[in-house]
């Protein structure tokens, strides 16, 4: 009967001191959260961003949320995070309007690569056009000879491949040789390598990958084309509609597009795979703004 | 990256079993009382906790981001995105498992031991203590298949915990992005950690029950 | 004594189990006989008070305990104990199960295990004491639950068949014990006519949830052998 009691009070107390620790904490730290998307965090660019951050900083936490564009963009909506880095500018846009998000500064940029099969059976090679490379890929596969891997999951790549494929005038949906993996950047690449298939990836995670060795039926066959062009840009959460965290927010974009900030982003990558991940948007800000609007309408 | 582990995993032990402990202070009454209504309604009570156990875990999940947006109806108590969301969550999330295995088990005891108690002479809170040192053993074995229930999640613990490094990355939801970013190496070692430390738990628990027997 | 008042009783809604029972019990060991199935368990489970009768009323020294509050309740309980025909025992030790009905009375340690003890003595099950409650005969099971019971001192006995596992040799003590208790109110389920003769000072018999008689042992016996 003693043990029982002893067993409750106990928890009691341990369930106020966690509470207590809880309120401290959040009173204490000041504390930024930050949707964005899990293939721009698996590069962790943004941790690294973070660490330089908390130097200047360092009783501010940034919490990042990784999840896919459109759910991103959704906690932004609900209020759940105080910022939001994502590179879908169509979704941008929409949300842009809702006035969900404000303050939005392009921070990086990098092209997305089709990758293929090293004997390319589609002949894409030699193009410089993505939009003619899926035109012959959707050749190819209706007469058998090649397979496409999409990403099927409302990412920004996947919203990407099909702005492209709007583009062609053709729709792929539902044809055979059309795999919709509903799946991650990194098991769609490893998917596409088992089926010697075409995909559409970003720069970081094919690079990655191919380090690895993990993708040798892959190759690199188109990039650099302004229509595959990937546009990061960071946000802050409309504070009008939900109490989010305006000024530490602010704080944290301000620090992403200063000097510092784009030297850490145009840096990225270089140690590990002997070319950056990321072009810094320093400097280009304009020209990348009409690119960006261009790519609202994909 | 070893201390990141060594955290995670402390974290993923900790939230889970108090999701556990925070479980069984409901779900103890709820067997309880399933077991002395009449058997019609029982199983239809039962019919519809097996449903809810066969739920996914995301969509838990995502029904519970719901309720702690900021933008939902409990969103002012800031709980989404902390481990506290995650044990409150797992908490719900295990609870028509353990209902289901309890209330068996509470059949079984009040029949013989309400019956046994009272003709001994207890009074009510006597006959339920008793109740509840015979079942202790059974309700122990039912904790322990809700616990790795809990810590072996993923849907629950990724929707409203964020797994945001550092505060709320659990084993599995860690486990997750290591898959997502192509680590399936890293991802197998945390996946053979986790069995582990729910293989660790379940041989210490049966050490001290053997002690107990 | 406990009487019991038109009493009906119901498990599942209108299949009564026992119907328009009309009984007291008095000092002295009364015997309830009947074919399986006429009630006799739930006739002795409702008149130890364990289970509430649908209709009627359960009246112990002039008091209709139904209406009592639980705190009175538990005065008259306390002083009842009812024996089920499967010895269940608890997890732990024989002593330990033995000592349960004092435990639950407040009884310190030193005290519940002096009165345990004595018991066991009496019913020659000391080497019993120590070991686990699982690992007992169903035999040994029983004497346990009749010592839990006995050790008490209750002054309402209510056994169900307390003898259908024992070895012959232990009957007899437990006879004896029983007939000891003629100043306590004993009521006995039972098919051993050997028990009830020896030490029934009433016998009921029950058929289909009624009393059909009540009478003298030997009277009743004499008239059951004949049919």
Same mark, same amino acid.
């Given at each position: 009967? @003693? ?71 959704? %906690? ?24 969900? %998000? ?79 993996? *509903? ?11 088992? @089926? ?31 229509? !595959? ?59 990348? @703004? ?9 | ?35 002395? /209504? ?9 019919? /519809?906790?097996?449903? $809810?156990?066969? %739920? ?17 109806? $409990? ?64 309700? %122990? ?44 190496? =890293?991802?197998?070692?945390?996946? *053979? ?9 379940? $041989?210490? =628990? ?8 | ?32 006989? *009947? ?32 209406? !009592? ?36 009375? *407040? ?15 009496? $019913? ?45 040799? @232990? ?17 006995? =389920? ?15 018999? !029950? ?21």
């Amino acid at each position: 009967m @003693k043990m029982k009691v002893v067993v409750i009070a106990l928890l009691i107390v341990i369930v106020i001191v966690v509470t207590i620790t809880q309120l401290y904490e959040f009173l204490n730290n000041k504390t930024i959260r930050v949707s964005t998307t899990t293939s721009l965090y698996a590069t962790g660019l943004l941790e690294r961003l973070a660490e330089e951050f908390r130097k200047q900083h360092p009783n501010i936490v940034i919490q990042f949320i990784a999840v896919g564009s459109g759910a991103a963009l959704e %906690l932004a909506s609900k209020g759940d995070v105080d910022m939001v880095f994502v590179h879908a500018p169509s979704l941008e846009q929409k949300f842009i309007n809702e006035e969900v %998000l404000v303050e939005g500064h392009i921070i990086a940029y990098n092209y997305f690569v089709i990758v293929g099969p090293k004997d390319d059976p589609a002949k894409i090679r030699d193009l410089s056009n993505p939009i003619e490379a899926f035109k012959r890929i959707y050749q190819a596969g209706e007469e058998g000879r090649a397979f496409f891997i999409s990403r099927g999951d409302n990412s920004g790549t996947h919203i990407r491949e099909l702005a492209i494929w709007r583009k062609t005038g053709l729709n792929p949906k539902g044809l055979e040789w059309y795999i919709e993996s *509903g799946t991650g950047m990194s098991k769609t690449l490893l998917i596409a390598n088992e @089926k010697e298939a075409y995909t559409l990836s970003d720069i970081g995670t094919f690079l990655k990958l191919k380090n690895e060795d993990r993708l040798g039926e892959l190759e690199l066959l188109i990039s650099g084309s302004k229509e !595959l062009m990937n546009i990061y840009s960071a946000y802050i959460v409309n504070p009008r509609k939900y109490n989010t965290n305006y000024d530490l927010a602010k704080l944290f974009l301000e620090f992403v597009i200063s000097d510092k900030g784009q030297e850490v982003i145009g840096k990225y990558g270089k140690e590990e795979f002997g070319q950056s991940l990321f072009y810094p948007a320093k400097g280009k800000e304009d020209e990348l @703004k009409v690119y960006w609007k261009k790519l609202t309408e994909y | 990256m070893y201390n990141e582990v060594y955290e995670i995993t402390l974290r993923s032990l900790y939230i889970s079993s108090f999701a556990t402990a925070l479980a069984l202070t409901w779900s103890i009454p709820i067997s309880i009382k399933i077991a002395t /209504m009449k058997s019609d309604i029982r199983d239809a009570i039962i019919s /519809m906790f097996n449903a $809810l156990f066969a %739920l996914p875990t995301v969509l838990v999940g995502l029904l519970l981001y719901m309720l702690l947006s900021r933008s939902g109806p $409990l969103g002012s108590l800031g709980l989404l995105y902390t481990p506290q969301a995650i044990i409150i969550g797992q908490a719900v999330l295990i609870t028509p498992l353990l209902v289901s295995l309890m209330y068996e088990i509470f059949i079984k005891a009040l029949s013989d031991y309400w019956e046994l108690a009272m003709s001994l002479g207890a009074t009510k809170g006597q006959a339920y203590m008793l109740i509840v040192r015979e079942v202790l053993n059974d309700l %122990l074995s039912s904790s322990l298949i809700g616990f790795g229930r809990a810590i072996g999640e993923l849907g629950v613990a990724l929707t409203i915990g964020g797994n945001i490094k550092g505060y709320t990355r659990v084993l599995t939801t860690a486990i997750a992005l290591e898959v997502e970013k192509g680590e399936f190496e =890293v991802a197998m070692i945390l996946g *053979g950690l986790l069995f582990v430390v729910i293989l660790s738990i379940v $041989l210490s =628990v049966r050490v001290i029950r053997g002690r107990f027997k | 004594m406990i009487e019991l008042r038109n009493v009906w009783f119901s498990y599942v809604d209108n299949r009564y189990v026992l119907k328009d029972i009309n009984i007291s019990f008095e000092r002295g060991v009364t015997v309830i006989m *009947g074919p399986n199935g006429s009630g006799k368990t739930t006739l002795l489970k409702v008149a130890s008070c364990i289970y509430r009768p649908t209709k009627g009323e359960v009246i112990i020294d002039n008091t209709p305990y139904w209406r !009592l509050s639980e705190q009175r309740r538990l005065e008259y309980r306390r002083k009842i104990v009812y024996l089920h025909e499967k010895p269940i025992l608890l997890k732990g030790r024989v002593e330990e199960n033995i000592a349960y009905g004092l435990t639950i009375r *407040g009884y310190d340690k030193r005290e519940a295990s002096k009165k345990v003890h004595e018991i066991a003595r009496y $019913l020659n099950i000391v080497n019993l004491l120590n070991k686990r409650a699982s690992d007992l005969s169903i035999g040994e099971k029983q004497l346990v639950a009749l010592a839990r019971a006995l050790v008490i001192d209750p002054e309402y006995l209510f056994l169900d068949e307390p003898l259908s596992h024992l070895h012959m040799s @232990k009957r007899e003590r437990i006879i004896e014990l029983i007939r000891s208790m003629k100043n306590k109110i004993v009521v006995i =389920v039972t098919h051993d006519i050997f028990l009830t003769l020896t030490i029934a000072n009433k016998v009921v018999v !029950l058929d289909e949830g009624r009393i059909i008689q009540i009478g003298n042992p030997q009277h009743i016996l004499k008239k059951k052998i004949i049919k």
